[in-house]
C-alpha cells in the first residue's frame, strides 16, 4: 500500500486518470489525498468532481480532499452568495441532474486535514500561530460550512477577511480569516500581516513580502505540510511543506507524490493525457 498525495485538478479529469495510472494507484490498499480546487478554469469540472465523488464512495477514508477558494466558489455559486465570474468553468456542474448532491457532498469536506505528523490544507496554515490553533479555526469553519446554515456560513467565510488573526475576537468573527488562511494566502507582508495582492513566483515578490511557509515555527516543523494554490510557485518541498500544485490546468503538470518520499514527484503534463468523451 502506498499513501499518495495529488495536487489541484482544476478539472483536469484526463489528466487525473492519467496520473492515477501512471502511479498504478491501487485502489484496494492505497490513500489519497487531494490538495482541493478540484473545479474551475479547467474542461472537465463536472467529470472531475463526480470522478472525485465516486472514488470517496469507493475509498472511504482513505480519500481526503481538503476545500480550496474555487471549491468555496463553487458553493458560493450553487447556494446564490456569489455569481459566476468570466473565466469560470462551472455551468456544467450547476446544470447538473447531481449538483445538489455533489455540492451536499463538497460542502462537508474539511479545510484541513491531519494524519500523524502529515497535514493536508489548500494554501497553507497560518504560522503566526500554534499548529493547534490552526487546526481549531479550519474546524470552526469546516462545522460552520457542514451544518445546517451552509448559506449563512458562506456569507461569513466571503466577508472582508482581517489581515491578522485578531485574538481577542471571538472565534466566529474569524471565519473570514480562516478561510482565506486556508484557502487563498500565499504571502505574508514583513509585518505578518496576509498580503493579498502577490500570486507571482517567490523570486519576484516585492521586497518585504515572503512566502507563508517562510514564516514557518519550529511547531510546524515536525509536520510534512501538503498544500496547492500557488501554480506560480509550482511543485517544491520548501522546508516541512510539499507544494504540488503543477499548474496543470495553466499547461503544466498535475503532480503527485508518496507522502513518505515527497521529493520524488510524479507528473502528467496537460494535454498528454488520452482524451476522453
Ligand atoms: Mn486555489
Known sequence: MADWAIGDLHGCADEFDALLELIEFDQRTDTLWLTGDLINRGPHCLATLRRVHALHQLLGERLQVV????????????????????????????????????????????????SGNHILVHAGLFPLCSIEDNLELAHAVHSQLAGD????????????????????????????????????????????????????SPESLPEGVQPWFSHATPDMAQYHVFTGHWAALGYGVHGPVVALDGGCVWGGDLVAVRRDAPHQPYRVSRGSARATT
Open 149 to 200: 446554515h451552509p448559506r449563512d456560513a458562506l456569507h461569513q467565510l466571503f466577508a472582508k477577511a482581517t489581515p491578522t488573526l485578531v485574538t481577542e475576537n471571538a472565534l466566529a468573527s474569524q471565519l473570514a480569516f480562516a478561510a482565506t488562511v486556508f484557502t487563498r494566502m500565499r504571502c505574508l507582508n514583513s509585518d505578518g500581516t496576509l498580503n493579498f495582492r502577490e500570486k507571482g
Open 67 to 114: 476545500l480550496g477558494n474555487h471549491d468555496l466558489h463553487l458553493l458560493g455559486c450553487w447556494l446564490g452568495v456569489r455569481a459566476v465570474r468570466d473565466g469560470d468553468t462551472l455551468g456544467t456542474i450547476l446544470s447538473a441532474p447531481d449538483c445538489d448532491q455533489l455540492c451536499q457532498w463538497l460542502r462537508k469536506r474539511p479545510l484541513v486535514h491531519v
